[in-house]
């Protein structure tokens, strides 16, 4: 199944419950662009980290943060642009294992923040049979909130790395991140020291 089959969700809904479902202890990696915005309008979280400029590094710097905290869940959102950049990024998860990492990418099938141009997978491109013949046997598309709520239950309860694709609406962004790197940084290092 593809996700042109699919429900459209809005991203900074489905992003706060997301966020919701979580501890305070529990990260959260948001990728650049619309992403990490709806990430930072879902409310400030010490263990939030917000991407900034670098595209495609959401799901490789959830991985580290998971084989190095993996006493705390770790939840990595990411869009279907930038995941097209890091697809080998997918192969290295599935063999890193990692029990505690839970993976969300949006797809709306265009760099939205830089004009709409079409991502590969407006032609076709299917980011979860991609998972999946990378070796993350766990991904599926979330076929509308109800969905979506009952996969990410699911990934948060199992052993083992999950990936939910999201079809997701042409809403823009609600907020956009206060961009202090500095302050990003300190703030999500202590709190993963905490």
């Given amino acids: 199944m593809t996700m042109m089959n699919e429900t459209l969700l809005n991203r900074h809904e489905t992003i706060c419950r997301a966020v919701a479902a979580l501890d305070d202890r529990d990260a959260v990696i948001g990728g650049i662009g619309n992403t990490n915005f709806d990430l930072w309008a879902s409310g400030p979280r010490p263990a939030n980290f917000y991407m900034l400029g670098s595209m495609g590094l ?11 905290q993996p006493e705390r869940k770790v939840v990595a959102l990411e869009g279907d642009g930038s995941l097209l950049m890091q697809l080998g990024c997918l192969s290295t998860i599935a ?19 830089t004009g709409g141009q079409k991502t590969a997978t407006a032609s ?3 980011l979860i049979g991609i998972a999946r013949s990378s070796g993350l046997t766990e991904s599926h598309w979330a076929e509308g909130a109800a969905d979506f709520d009952r996969l990410y239950a699911a990934a948060l309860a199992r052993s083992g790395p999950s990936l939910i694709g999201v079809p997701t609406d042409a809403a823009k962004a609600v907020g956009t991140t206060d961009r202090d790197p500095a302050k990003i940084r300190i703030t999500f290092s202590e709190a993963m020291t905490a």
């Fill in 95 to 113: 063999i890193c294992a990692p029990a505690n990492l839970t993976m969300i990418v949006f797809d709306n099938a265009m760099y939205q923040i």
């Fill in 124 to 126: 076709g491109a299917d």
């Fill in 58 to 68: 959401a799901f490789p710097i959830a991985l580290g943060v998971a084989l190095a």
